[in-house]
């Protein structure tokens, strides 16, 4: 008697042990596949049974699908196909299935489990269910032993089945959660495209109503991300001012066209029609939503100087953003190297000189030094990508540029 | 806890397998690798040395018992050696004890088995 208890003690220990270890590996941060092969390796070792599987119920296939397998051939097909009366059967019922002796309405399924595990000699099929909802099965073979299962066995079965369930069920939540989350990273991949598209769209339309500019707001957006590139913007901010660069000029849609392609001087009043440009583009854009900051902002200001005599605020340098600053230097940059109705365009050398007579007034120290940069960059042939030079129209000596910008180099950073 | 390791000593006749560790997890499935290698070779006879092993749970249970089988398939004999008393009563309580012949130590499983053949 004393020896029977000492082992019944023994036994209790063993299957509280294995209800710890079930919890933890359920709760450990191992890869899915690893935690259902461990728990199987539980449930069998537990029951001292050699063969065995779990399976995870695939709703689109309608079949159990197995996940892991001990002590049979894990190559065949081993996927178990269900109807969708038996699958209600199998929720309904919330036991073990005896397969040796089915009940009415599982008939059909119990004979096509046995065939399809018959290599494994298949007793007993564990639905796993939580919230009426079928998750998987536990299918088991024969004892070690070749006895029967025991009460014992019944008792601790549906205990460690439910902590399996839970866990494939929170995987497959898991796993759904995670293909939402790739939608709608998709979704908000086209809806940038969409805007990308519009924008451009955009400003192909700003460029055509200037016959002169055509396209200006491509070359400023791509100037001013070769600029902001050097200067390390983040990925988002370097979309931002390539953004901003196609938009800079979109208030002149409004404006009069015959004022934009006029060849004369123009009028006060003309000149200030043509100020109101990036007002009235800031407060087109001013009630879009963009998925980048400070859009508006930029467009505003873009025709800024650090020396306060810019338009249409007159804010001094201190004011102006590095994004404001980049976008009104390649800006002025590229009016200086195309033709505009009231001028030729000018040499690259003529242009260099210009912006440095303007330094700190018009054009930002910084802005100005990295921009030589990547222009020397570009004609030595140092940057794989050149962003300002195949836009280029104008005429220029390599070698002359090239020393030029040299000793501005030097000059601008003492 | 040191990293879980099965060493060997290889016989003509058999194969000692040393498991170093607990074999509480699928680390413990070094053992049927080993064993499935030499049964390969054509090794039919294994004696498993538990001296190093503080504690089995369910999950070596069950890797034993896959060991057991395969043993079992050849015709062979499987002896588990020097196990601790909490472990000797899990073989029985389990009955892998019906299928692997359990000894105190190592040399008396090796005579036993020198003996039979
Ligand atoms: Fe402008």
């Known amino acids: 008697m004393a020896r029977r208890t000492s082992t019944d003690l023994r036994k209790h220990l063993f299957h509280i042990a294995t209800l710890t270890d079930l919890s933890e590996e359920i709760t450990s941060h191992r890869p899915f596949h690893r935690t259902v092969k461990a728990t199987l390796y539980m449930v069998l070792g537990t029951l001292s049974v050699p063969r065995g599987a779990i399976f995870r119920f695939d709703r689109e296939e309608l079949a159990f699908v197995p996940i892991a397998i001990k002590g ?6 081993n ?6 009366a038996q699958m209600r059967h199998l929720i309904g019922r919330n036991r073990y299935v005896a397969l040796g002796s089915p009940p009415p309405g599982l008939k059909g399924f119990v004979q096509g489990v046995r065939d399809r ?8 099929f564990i639905p796993l269910v939580t919230r009426k909802e079928l998750i998987g099965a536990i299918v088991l073979g024969p004892k070690l032993s070749r006895r029967s299962y025991n009460q014992e066995d019944f008792d601790l079965l549906p205990v460690m089945s439910n902590s399996i369930a839970v866990a494939i069920h929170n995987h497959q939540m898991f796993l759904s959660l995670q293909e939402k989350m790739r939608e709608i990273k998709q979704l908000y991949e086209n809806m940038r495209e969409i805007y990308y598209d519009t ?15 055509q396209n200006h707001s491509l070359r400023v957006a791509k100037y001013a991300v070769a600029i902001a590139r050097e200067m390390h913007f983040s990925k988002d901010d370097l979309e931002g001012i390539y953004i901003a660069g196609l938009l800079h000029d979109i208030g002149k849609i409004v404006i009069d066209k015959v004022i934009l392609n006029k060849e004369q001087t123009l009028s006060k009043d003309e000149k200030s029609e043509i100020h109101l440009h990036p007002l009235i583009g800031s407060e087109i854009i001013r009630n879009i939503k963009f998925p980048w ?3 508006a902002d930029i467009i505003r200001h873009h025709h800024e100087r650090g020396d306060g005599h810019g338009y249409p605020d007159g804010l001094n340098d201190a004011d102006l953003s590095l994004a404001v600053k980049i976008i009104s230097f390649v800006d002025a940059f590229d009016a200086m190297t195309t033709d505009r109705p009231y001028r030729r365009r000018m040499s690259l050398e003529k242009t260099i000189d210009e912006i440095c007579a ?8 910084r802005v100005t030094n990295v921009f030589f940069k990547i222009l020397k960059k570009e004609i030595t042939g140092e940057l794989p990508d050149p962003q300002i030079l195949p836009n280029l129209e104008v005429p ?19 | 806890m040191a990293k879980f390791s099965v060493t060997d000593r290889v016989h003509d006749k058999y194969v000692v397998l040393y498991v170093n560790g607990y074999i509480n997890n699928l680390g413990g499935e070094k053992i049927d690798e080993r064993c499935s290698y030499y049964l390969k070779k ?4 294994f004696i498993i040395n538990f001296e190093r092993t503080e504690l089995i749970n369910s999950v070596g249970i069950s890797i034993l018992i896959g060991v057991i089988e395969k043993v079992l398939q050849v015709k062979g004999t499987l002896y588990f050696t020097n196990a601790n008393r909490v472990s000797k009563e899990i073989f029985r309580m389990l009955e892998l004890s019906k299928f692997a012949k359990i000894y105190d130590t190592e040399e008396q499983a090796v005579a036993h088995l020198l003996k039979k053949s």
């Open chain 2, 42 to 45: 054509g090794i039919k006879n």
């Open chain 1, 199 to 213: 924008v451009k769209a955009f400003a192909v339309a700003i460029d055509t109503k200037d016959a002169f500019t």
């Open chain 1, 117 to 124: 595990l018959a290599h494994m000699q298949a007793q007993y």
């Open chain 1, 358 to 365: 303007y330094l700190n007034l018009q054009f930002d120290k």
């Open chain 1, 293 to 295: 900051r400070n859009i």
């Open chain 1, 79 to 84: 996927h178990l196909p269900v109807t969708r």
């Open chain 1, 72 to 77: 049979f051939d894990a190559s065949k097909d």
């Open chain 1, 396 to 414: 220029f000596d390599a070698k002359i540029i090239t020393q030029l910008l040299d000793a501005l180099a030097y000059e601008l950073s003492t």
